[in-house]
């Protein structure tokens, strides 16, 4: 698949033309691109720059005791609001001011103006749901908001929900609320915003954190039991929703990837994964069956069979090029169909290798020694050993492990293996 050649990331105003980085938002599940092309707000990965004029906000005045006539009235004003439906007759509307001091982005399934990126349903395997949006998305379509400080560090805090074109963000009486012992009002969207914030931050010696809530007013709740209960987990005061590093945001059908600049900074680049690339063929590794020179494609070319291709039986690492067993070759066997190795004799699938050119899910710049099984996706050793570790929501219920190049669910032992090439490499 296309990879975009992303260099250097500034991590600052190195001149009035280019503006602040706070960091990058990167969806899992398609390595570099998506697989139809990134088009304006709808793509792979997202940046989040200094804004030329601040356009962040904050809650203000508290309307405890609204007819729906008067809620209305309010929301309908220039500015931000939150209202909060307690029952037919009574809602509860917050008023949210401009803040000069930082900058607020949004994220959802909708393609209206306020949200920033347009995010849709991953599906496993690197594929789209097309154009048009699956009927059944759980994504909302105003998921959420990131707000950054405008000044160093430049912290960047999420929030549940996101604003609507008329600048209002809406809680039924079905969605979860209630309020604070400070008299505030705070709440749940329906699928719920969950964070996962890694120990360590995002480095070689990064460990999986706990997956936890995000509401609308920013604070951090344990799961609820199901994903849409209307009873909410547990608040955890020691937590934050200050985004880390490596910071991992699900908005039920796609998951998130938060880098810092400083982060991206520290990760390898394309240019890099080029070069390892290089230095893999220039080993000249071969088949153990046919004896042929094998060779990883560019990562510039889209994951289209090559005919010097490695690929590998996963359960024991070995790696081929294409070659027949038994004297039989249907398209029905070249993927994924349980083979023996001729080297070995151990049983598993056999898959095509491919190397993982998104250079923002790596956690080292070491040589790319081991691949996901069972998708065949190369990456270094530590990066393989981290995402293995990292359960993924997976629908409205579920959480498993998968590849973040493909999204595909990880299997074996490990969920991943050493790569064992015939030659100068091994």
């Known amino acids: 698949m296309s990879c975009p050649n992303r260099e250097s990331i500034p991590t600052t105003r190195a001149s009035s033309k280019v503006p602040v980085k706070y960091g990058e938002l990167i969806v899992l599940g398609y390595n570099g691109s998506l697989p139809s092309g990134d088009r304006g707000r709808r793509k792979s990965r997202f940046a989040l720059n200094r804004r030329p004029e601040a356009n962040g906000v904050e809650p203000s005045t508290v309307h405890v005791t609204c007819t729906p006539q008067a809620a209305k009235a309010i929301s309908s004003k220039e500015q931000h609001s939150v209202s909060y439906t307690l029952s037919q007759a009574h809602i509860v509307v917050v008023e949210y001011t401009h803040n000069s001091n930082s900058d607020m982005f949004q994220i959802g399934r909708s393609t209206e103006s306020p949200i920033d990126f347009v995010v849709t349903d991953t599906v496993p395997g690197g594929q789209v749901h097309g154009d048009i949006q699956p009927v059944q998305s759980t994504i909302s379509r105003f998921a959420c908001r990131i707000i950054c400080q405008r000044s160093p560090p430049y912290a960047a ?68 039991e199901t994903r849409s209960s209307q009873q909410r987990g547990k608040m955890v005061d020691s937590e934050s929703q200050e985004l880390v590093d490596g910071s991992l945001i699900d908005l039920c059908g796609a998951t998130l990837l938060w880098r810092t600049a400083e982060g991206l900074s520290r990760t390898p680049t394309v240019k890099h994964l080029e070069a390892l690339r290089q230095e893999l063929n220039a080993g000249r590794p071969q088949c153990p069956v046919g004896f042929n020179t094998l060779a990883f494609p560019s990562l510039r070319c889209k994951e289209v069979l090559d005919e010097k291709q490695p690929w590998v039986y996963v359960h024991c690492g070995h790696v081929h090029g294409y070659h027949g067993w038994q004297g039989c070759r249907q398209e029905a066997e070249t993927q994924g169909r349980v083979r023996e190795c001729p080297m070995c004799r151990a049983r598993g699938p056999y898959v095509p290798l491919w190397l993982g050119c998104e250079a923002a899910f790596y956690l080292d710049a070491a040589p790319p020694t081991h691949a996901f099984s069972p998708c065949g996706h190369v990456c270094s050793e530590k990066t393989a050993s981290f995402w293995s570790q990292i359960p993924l929501p997976h629908g409205t219920h579920t959480f498993h492990t998968a590849c973040p190049f493909c999204l595909q669910q990880l299997a074996g032992e490990s969920g991943y293996v050493r790569l064992i090439f015939q030659g100068p490499l091994d």
């Open 157 to 224: 805090r999420i929030y549940a929900a996101g604003f609507d074109s008329s600048k209002n963000i809406f809680l039924g009486e079905k969605a979860a609320k209630w309020k604070t012992p400070d008299g505030q009002m705070d709440g749940l969207t329906t699928n719920g915003v969950l964070v996962m914030h890694p120990h360590y931050g995002f480095t070689q010696d990064s460990k999986p954190g706990v997956w936890r809530e995000i509401s609308v007013g920013g604070n951090v709740f344990t799961l609820r």
